[in-house]
């Protein structure tokens, strides 16, 4: 895998590499995190989520890491495919109703063949 | 699933018209939704939240004159930038929020705005 320093703009890997996207936020009392996938054009898409409660969520071929302490949020994407290229974002909120998501700066994917 | 629907995705107006983007949860009535702005190569930006039947609340540097924000009914909020310049030209974002399932939030496709 490849690991990137917190807020890399850019990524750029190998088709089947591990990818290991980093987002530090900002708001302590945020307790429900969310990366989201943007193609270009396109509205973001939901990936994965985590609650405060957890340090680890996993899905399908993606796993999210949050360390409260340091504020730090991670997606990794097991055997990245040239279909995982997009801009990824996390997002943080308070989980109650009607609270807005607040989006970090991105970080833009690229997997070559 | 839930879908959230945003028409136009994309507009191009004249500088100084104005330009109105709708928001319509399908499938689900959302008490609150959310409008974002999306610069190119830039993060989305909380523009203004809008509760149904109630004043939208705007993010801190956002004009509430110049971007109308209309909330009338459980299904549709609607985005009004009035007065359009150049420099509003933007991807615009609405989200819904599904308080039905733990305040899931879902997210249209955007629209474009294009001020010429």
Known sequence: ?113 | GAVVSQHPSRVICKSGTSVKIECRSLDFQATTMFWYRQFPKQSLMLMATSNEGSKATYEQGVEKDKFLINHASLTLSTLTVTSAHPEDSSFYICSASLQAKGNTIYFGEGSWLTVV
């Open chain 1, 1 to 113: 895998g490849e690991s990137v320093g917190l807020h890399l703009p850019t990524l750029s890997v190998q088709e089947g590499d591990n990818s290991i996207i980093n987002c530090a936020y900002s708001n302590s009392a945020s307790d429900y995190f969310i990366w989201y996938k943007q193609e270009s054009g396109k509205g973001p898409q939901f990936i994965i989520d985590i609650r405060s409660n957890m340090d680890k969520r996993q899905g399908q071929r993606v796993t999210v890491l949050l360390n409260k302490t340091v504020k730090h949020l991670s997606l990794q994407i097991a055997a990245t495919q040239p279909g995982d290229s997009a801009v990824y974002f996390c997002a943080e909120n308070i989980d109650q109703a009607g609270t807005a998501l607040i989006f970090g700066k991105g970080t833009t994917l690229s997997v070559s063949s």
